[in-house]
């Protein structure tokens, strides 16, 4: 879970662990900064949106990256050759 790899952020100089996610939160910081800060709520909706989208992004790279692990597969039809395949000589 992304919750459990980002680490205790405690102030504005902690790091953030995640890979690739400064536009995740560039759109969520810019969205709260247009509802506190301005209350333009149209604005930090469609903010709000593309912080969803990155955020989207950003789950389905770290599961696309969990599944490209190597496989050793074996040749086509190997085990059909090394039991002889059922065919009888006699």
């Excluded at 790899?5 to 995640?18: A, D, M, P, R």
């Excluded at 536009?23 to 910081?29: E, G, K, S």
């Excluded at 696309?64 to 090394?82: I, L």
Aim: hydrophobic fraction near 40%.
């Amino acid at each position: 879970m992304i919750r459990d790899s980002v680490g205790v952020i405690l102030n504005e100089n902690s790091v953030i662990k995640v890979i690739h996610s400064l536009p995740f939160l560039a759109y969520r910081a810019a969205a709260v900064a247009a509802q506190d800060l301005g209350g333009d709520t149209e604005r930090a909706d469609k903010l709000n949106s593309n912080a969803a989208r990155e955020l989207d992004k950003l789950l389905n790279l770290s599961v696309k990256n969990k599944q490209a692990m190597p496989v050793t597969r074996r040749p086509y039809r190997a085990g059909y050759r090394q039991s002889g395949g059922g065919i009888s000589t006699t």
